[in-house]
């Protein structure tokens, strides 16, 4: 799509935990546009990061968007708290919502945007009911829990369905991609529909991370 730029979300999960605030001023410099903070809870998913004390303490660190990426069970005990921490936006997993429709609107009742994510082996059909209440859909290009993980290339086909999908009922909704996103696959993922790139190791383990981040927004 000519005249579109790509949205560049670092996550904080390969960031330096013991200097926060240098890794997140080092992902402003670099034009980085959504900082996306990775919440697993040991249950979801196979690991335990943090809660909404470290969003809040990101939040002081820098003015660009809080992307929160909930990997956790039962997130509607837990929305407030991360709404009320700065988050801009919150994303639930699918795969953890029973009502699904009812924790989007929760989301949205706190006046933050909402997302919903899918695991490699959710089919996007699945979201046609709540796709036109979504701000945006995370599709996860690996299994959640980990960052440092391969692209499975399966996830191009469900970014071009997906963008079919959002054509149809909801044009604005942001299509975000997580998971073994780099240098050298950031274009074939854009050019499949996607709007936002989520990356952990390619940009915060990058030698020269702001380098990184202008080639993963197709700058350079
Ligand atoms: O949500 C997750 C993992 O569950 C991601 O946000 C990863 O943290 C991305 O890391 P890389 O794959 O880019 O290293
Ligand atoms: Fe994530």
Redesign the pocket.
Known sequence: MPGKTTLLAP?I??ADFTNLKASVELAEKAGADWM?C?V?DGIF?P?ITFGSFIVQAIKQCTSIVIDT?L?IVDPDKYIEDFAKAGSDQITVHLEACPHLHRTIQLIKSLGVKAGVSINPATPVSLLEPVLADLDLVLL?S????????K?IPGAIKKIMQLDAMRMEMNPEMVIAV????TEENAAMIVDAGADAL??????F?APDPVAAAKKLKGLE
Not at 142 to 149: E, I, Y
Not at 178 to 181: E, F, H, L, Q, S
């Open positions: 996550s999960l390969s996306h990775d697993m998913v690991n990426h990997m996860m690996v299994n959640p829990g980990f960052g440092g993980q692209f997580d998971g073994g996103v989520i990356a952990g190791t390619a940009f383990r």
